[in-house]
């Protein structure tokens, strides 16, 4: 597994202008040291193609991977207008990903509540479809992220109706609500079609354990699932958020170390 931060960590820092989003990539490099960085379309300061070259080229210089290119969409519009509206968006940020060279773009499908009518959840499966049609000329990955009250039944009956191979999950540990027996089952049945993972983090302990969630068990799940692809910090607590996700990234660089010792023992046997 892999180790990468989403710049929603440092959503307050870069709204308050404090860095840059270049500022924000050299951090993750030099001081973090991390595998790739995922990049939320809000916090781009231009589209223009020059731009875009410029953040892919400082990345590769630093050697690190755009593990994911997030798009802000919501599918559960009123209108066809509107939804249709909302299908370019998430087509433009597709094309972005091409030009960053990202394997994925990270999508959101709406309200939960919302997808419980029939006429809505067919809509929403044909914005998707449309979507990841879009995305497969050019080898992209659509990942569909567990946000605004999705639990896995609606997730896997998303991936199962939209029906594309190129359609997979976005596994956010911290969006399957509070309670411990529903939050690991929920994860384990999504973790078959989960591609990218936001680990979510609130507040630590003083030996660096995340309060919220159990991440031993979670990464131990996944690397039983034989999940391979990134851990994508999300800070959303309400501490420092620099000093927070130095705690995250050294929290998640020894429990993957650990699991990767496990696989090294078990490739010696």
Not at 77 to 105: F, M, Y
Not at 209 to 231: S, V
Request: with cysteine.
């Amino acid at each position: 597994m892999k180790i990468g931060c989403s710049s929603w960590s440092f959503h307050r820092t870069l709204g308050a202008k404090k860095i840059t989003f270049k500022e924000w990539i050299e951090l993750c490099a030099n001081h973090y040291r991390l595998d790739g960085v995922e990049l939320l379309a809000s916090h781009f300061e231009s589209t223009e193609p020059e731009y875009l070259l410029d953040i892919k080229n400082l990345c590769t210089d630093l050697g690190l991977t755009i593990s994911c290119v997030s798009a802000e969409n919501n599918f559960t519009q009123e209108s066809e207008d509107a939804i249709e509206r909302e299908i370019e968006h998430v087509k433009a940020w597709i094309d972005i990903a091409g030009i960053l060279g990202a394997p994925l773009v990270r999508i959101f499908a709406g309200s939960s509540n919302q997808l419980k009518n029939e006429l809505v959840w067919n809509n929403v499966v044909m914005a998707i479809r449309e979507c990841a049609e879009y995305a497969s000329e050019d080898g992209t990955m659509l990942a569909l992220e567990n946000h605004g009250g999705f639990m896995d039944d609606q997730i896997i009956r998303l991936i199962e109706d939209v029906d594309m191979e190129n359609f997979k999950v976005t596994m956010d540990l911290g969006n399957f609500g509070k309670d411990p027996n529903i939050i690991y089952k929920a994860m384990e049945n999504v973790v078959p079609h989960t591609i990218f993972v936001h680990a979510k983090c609130m507040s630590f302990t003083d030996d660096l354990k995340e309060e919220t969630l159990d991440y031993e068990r979670i990464i131990n799940m996944l690397d039983d699932a034989n999940y391979n692809g990134f851990l994508s910090i999300e800070f959303e607590g309400q501490g420092e958020e620099s000093s927070e996700v130095a705690k995250a990234v050294a929290m998640l660089r020894h429990l993957t170390s650990e699991a990767h010792k496990r696989q090294v023992e078990r490739l010696l046997k």
